[in-house]
C-alpha cells in the first residue's frame, strides 16, 4: 500500500469528493479549503514534482483547471477571482509530493495573501536580468 495520499484517494481506499474525472486527471475539493469552492486537480498517474509529470498530462491538468476556474465563477459560490497555486518542492510550500494544482475562489477581503520577501522590492539591473536569462536557456539545452 502506497503512503500518498493523493494515490490513496485515486484507488479508493480514502474518501474524495471528486467534481471531475477522466483517464489523466482527477479534480476533487481540497478538505483544508483557502475558501469555499477551493479544488485540488491531480494526475492519476503519481508524480512527484514536475519534473516527473509528462508535459501532455501538464498541459492537460492546466485545461480542466480553467474549466473549474470557469465553474467557479459561475457558481453560486462567492467569487470575484481565482488562483491557480502550484508548489513544486518543499522549499515552494509543496506538503504532498503528488503534484497537484490548487484552483479557488478569491473575494475581496478573504484573508489570503502572497509574502514578498525583502528583496522584491529592488529592481535588478537589466544586465543581471540578462545574465539569469542566460543561464535559464542554457539549463533547457
Known amino acids: 500500500m502506497t ?3 493523493f494515490c490513496r484517494i485515486l484507488a479508493g481506499e480514502l ?6 474525472r477522466d483517464k489523466v486527471c482527477t479534480a476533487f ?11 485540488l486537480v491531480i494526475p492519476n498517474k503519481h508524480a512527484a514534482n514536475l519534473a ?16 473549474v476556474a470557469g465553474a467557479l465563477r459561475k457558481s453560486n459560490l462567492k467569487c470575484e477571482g481565482v ?11 509543496q506538503e504532498v ?4 494544482l490548487h484552483v479557488f475562489p478569491r473575494y475581496r477581503g478573504d484573508g489570503f495573501g502572497l509574502r514578498t520577501g525583502p ?3 529592488r529592481r535588478p539591473a537589466r544586465a543581471e536580468l540578462d545574465r539569469i536569462a542566460e543561464q535559464i536557456q542554457q539549463a533547457q539545452s
Open 3 to 5: 503512503t500518498c495520499v
Open 15 to 20: 474518501p474524495a469528493s471528486v467534481i471531475y
Open 29 to 39: 475539493m481540497d478538505i483544508q479549503p483557502v475558501n469555499p469552492g477551493h479544488v
Open 52 to 67: 516527473e509529470l509528462a508535459p501532455e498530462d501538464g498541459a492537460h491538468i492546466f485545461r480542466i483547471a480553467q474549466q
Open 83 to 93: 488562483n491557480f497555486f502550484l508548489a513544486d518542492g518543499e522549499a515552494a510550500g
Open 97 to 100: 509530493f503528488h503534484i497537484h
Open 119 to 121: 528583496h522584491y522590492k
